[in-house]
């Protein structure tokens, strides 16, 4: 026997007993603890997932905004750029403008006879003074008061070519007559080989000499065309290029011929 004294075995049983009981509510009370403790953590979890999302959502807001921001930036640059393209174009166009008003009132004339030089050194050198062509002014009927400014273009040639002269007229409704009635030079023997043309900027000469092989074949097809400037025109409007091949298309399809039906008996 362990305990030969049953008191104490009693005592031992009772104590043993009171300290299971103690042990169930430690660990009851451990339970109920790590129970809470998990519950927190579980807390702790969903806020931290929550602020995840957060922070998500604001890098994508982040990131959106800088998208936004490098769009407008670029949006910027673009409309600088056009601006000073805008610009760019709107002084060539200012520049061409006046330099067409400018030339507006004058017209070049193209193989008149030139005076010969009064003196020797004058050959090879720009010598712009002039007289007034009293002859031609007489065919086209205009009079010196009608001419603010008269003068040779270029230098004198060695080869005794005549140099294009300027004829600048105060108005422009002369100038129009001028052009109007400069195809009766070509009825004069003396002004069989002078020529009258507009006075062209450098690209309204381009697009004009572009324009040529096109107004020759109207021309030849016998459609009437005519140039103002660096214009074709047609009945007075002006004409594309679209719309002259497709005159040109209309005029090489043969014209029906009339049937006549059989008289009657």
């Not at 005794?160 to 108005?171: A, E, Q, T």
């Not at 007075?236 to 005029?251: D, F, I, M, P, Y």
């Amino acid at each position: 026997m362990l305990f030969d004294n049953p008191s104490k075995d009693i005592i031992l049983q009772m104590d043993f007993s009171g300290t299971r009981i103690h042990f169930k509510t430690i660990l009851a009370f451990m339970h109920r603890q790590f129970e809470a403790v998990g519950n927190v953590l579980h807390a702790i979890t969903q806020k931290t997932a929550q602020q995840e999302d957060r922070m998500n959502s604001l890098d994508d807001r982040l990131t959106a905004l800088e998208k936004e921001r490098k769009t407008v930036s670029d949006a910027h640059h673009t409309t600088i750029t056009n601006k000073t393209d805008i610009h760019h174009q709107l002084s060539a166009f200012k520049a061409q403008w006046f330099e067409e008003q400018r030339r507006a009132h004058n017209v070049i004339v193209q193989g008149l006879e030139e005076e010969p030089p009064s003196c020797p050194d004058d050959v090879g050198r720009g010598n712009d003074k002039t007289e007034f062509p009293v002859n031609l002014a007489r065919k086209l009927n205009f009079r010196p008061e009608d001419l603010t400014d008269i003068r040779r273009l270029g230098k004198r040639r060695t080869d005794g070519k005549p140099r294009p002269l300027l004829l600048h007229f105060s108005s422009l409704g002369v100038r129009n007559t001028v052009l109007k009635t400069k195809h009766e030079l070509r009825l004069t023997a003396a002004f069989k080989s002078v020529y009258i043309n507009e006075d062209l900027t450098i690209a309204e000469l381009a697009r004009k000499r572009s324009l040529v092989p096109l107004y020759r074949r109207l021309r030849a097809a016998r459609v009437p065309c005519t140039f103002r400037r660096d214009q074709l025109l047609h009945k007075g409007k002006n004409l594309t290029t679209r719309e002259a091949e497709a005159l040109l298309s209309l005029t090489s399809i043969p014209k029906p011929t009339r049937r006549h039906s059989p008289r009657a008996e």
